[in-house]
């Protein structure tokens, strides 16, 4: 069953009912102000950090699921009959309801009783406020005499306060009302210098801004009284709840089309320039003044609107690809290009799922997410490696989060996850292969953000490289530490005390349990960082990372290997996990896919077994599961991974985010078939016919579907943040399509299907336009390459040397 369709033409998803199985999200802006937009305008919106700048409060977890958002209300004044033209709150019978998401905005409307009203929510590029262009169209035969109410519900700024402090914040809340523009300043009297602010285009017959004067007692988003009595209150907020609320009076002729935008901004005002006139405690109004006037002109907000697209085709246009299957195409040039911007942009902070007041932004899970964004904003890329590169210690750990206000690495979870170091080593390849930007890598970093004790990145990556050579374990394995890629595979820490944290207690020395996940990692980043270093001229730094390799990959084949797939890791005891000699868990999915990705069994027919293993055993229908069998029960020396229930989550869940992995070892092992299969089952716009099994959004990866163990199997959580997003995309566009960039040029090597001809690609790379056709000649993958016209040699299509910007290249598969 779906819920919409795809308009591919448009980059949209419309969704054609209101109630989906969960919120269907989108996100608005991109830069520094980002919103949270569901399908039926529920969300919040925040300044650069979900947490410590929240604009507009949004109660998680509420019932219904939610509820509170960029509502606008519409009132027939004749009749007192109202309505949310966006669905939520009201919930009236609706006619012709749609939500657009596309591209950094959405536009949900409907037709009620004559009257069509659509509403386009977008964040202007290098502003920070959005705007509801609101358009109105009297469909009756009559005039109509409407009103329209507006409503926000301001968040006291720290989310996680505002949730939790009402002895002092039902006391603080402040507004201002001047011109009809509402400013919320609360804590603006004291240490803050930020306001928010919401106005609109046309004059206001009345406000309110005291959130009990706008609902009435006992009243909620569904039936406020002011809205349901024609007549705003003029309230003015002190303490209590700060709301901010319009009253809009419309009379419409027939036929009559009429706009009206409302628009909700953050600002801030140097320290010496708060209060005006000086001295006094009234919001000094004049720096924000111009932008308000900006964007009541509904000719600047179109004109906006159109930037913003452009800003997307342009990013998107990097790589474009027509292959035989849509939900390829649709997926790599819109939604999953799109989703690994958003990823790169909140990491894991701010989704239905993420609350915005836990994590900041991972070490692993920001690197991961380069291999995704890296080839349409290299420039944020660069600085995004040198923050991360930042929030390491000098001894080659990281902190495992750090916060994007501060960029500061976070005590309270700190460090010694042993696979952190090595993702940094794999993102700067990526940059690397991307931009041939080697000035990077004598870029100085601190480590732990002390100044004076920065070194060039490319110490940074060689200390990740040693810190592995300095925990080994008694197999010469590398020692797992607090957990590895997997947060949940918790050897060291033997929780039975309720609701400590499995991350953060370690309460063994860590002396014993071993990673093969992290052996695999560490081989894969010793090989580029031995690359890296052969083009530097470090010859000395490249034979010491490649031997490291060579014995890291014997000691994997002597220790990690159980027969007919790689074991997972060992214990604090010695034991074996993942291996047939375990009760439960005898196969895991991520030593198969890092060990082959690192190129170990590659030569030997292990590479071969251990995907055979991983497809008799672990593959269903709805993709790849994380290990079987599922842990029946809760082990303490296994930790949070035995906490799940079975087949969710690490618990045998489909954790799609490594799924991928298995995708790229079977295309190594030359696979195309194999390989694609797997990359349907997982993709979203495969799954759309069955959105009500799936019940996540068809247009973007959710981190989790349920395993084969779990009675939802197939059922979705966890959709937008998650390095799914990345790990696909590279998945699609390098290893499927074969589209890679390397350090002397773009290879391209596709494994695809035996059934398709061939498939077009345009991919810009430093600079070039690379116009790639590729035809099949028969079975198998190897190439031959024409550029323009001329026969190549290999499969590595370097940038042209004349400095041409565009070429041709031709390849003959099979
Ligand atoms: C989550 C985390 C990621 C971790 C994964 C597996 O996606 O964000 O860091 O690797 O779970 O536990
Ligand atoms: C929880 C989640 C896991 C995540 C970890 C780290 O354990 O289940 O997916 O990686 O938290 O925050």
Known sequence: MQYGYFDDQRREYVITQPDTPLPWINYLGC???????SNTAGGYSFYRDARLRRLTRYRYNHLPLDQGGRYLYLRDDESGRYWSPSGAPTNCDLERYSCRHGMGYTVIGSVYQGISAHTRYFVPLDETLEIWQLTVINQRARPAWLSIFSCVEFCLWDAQDDATNFQRNFSIGEVEIADGVIYHKTEYRERRDHFGWFACSEPVEGFDTQREAF?????????????????SANSVAHGWAPVGSHHVRLRLEPGETRQVQFVLGYHENARDQKFDPPGSQILNKKTVR???ARYRDAAAVDAAFCRLRTYWDGLLSVCQVETPSVHANRMVNIWNAYQCMMTFNLSRSASFYESGVGRGLGFRDSNQDLLGFVHMAPERARQRILDLAATQYPGGGAYHQYQPLTKKGNNEIGGNFNDDPHWLILGVAAYLKETADWSILDEPAPFDNEPGSEQPLYEHLHRSFRYTLERLGPHGLPLIGRADWNDCLNLNCFSETPGQSFQTTTNKDGKVAESVFIAGLFVLAARELAAIACRRGAAAD????????????????????????????YDDFGRKIGSKECAEGQIFIEPQGFCVMAGIGLDDGR??????????????PHGIVLQQPAYSRYYPHLGEISSYPPGYKENAGIFCHNNPWIMIAEAMTGNGDGTFDYYLRINPSAREPISDVHCNEPYVYAQMIAG?????????????????????????TQWILGIRPEYDG???????????????????FRGVTYNIEVHRQGPGNRVS???DSQPLAGDIVAPPADGRAWVAVEVAIG
């Open 746 to 764: 773009l290879r391209i090597a596709p494994v695809i299907p035996e059934a398709w001809a061939g498939f077009r690609a345009v991919r810009k």
């Open 785 to 787: 390459l024409r550029v």
């Open 31 to 37: 830069q520094e102000y980002f919103g949270l937009i």
């Open 215 to 231: 609902f009435g007692p006992g009243r909620g988003w569904e039936r406020p009284l002011v809205v349901e009595g024609g007549e």
């Open 290 to 292: 111009p932008i308000i």
């Open 607 to 620: 590479a071969r077994q251990a995907l055979d293993s991983v497809r008799r055993h672990l593959a269903t």
């Open 708 to 732: 084969r163990d779990a009675p939802a199997h197939g059922e979705a959580k966890n959709s937008w943040l998650t390095g799914t997003a990345a790990w696909n995309y590279y998945a699609a």
């Open 542 to 569: 490249a034979q010491r990372c490649l031997d490291a390799a060579a014995r890291m990959t014997e000691t994997v084949k002597a220790h990690g290997w159980d027969g007919a797939w790689f074991v997972r890791a």
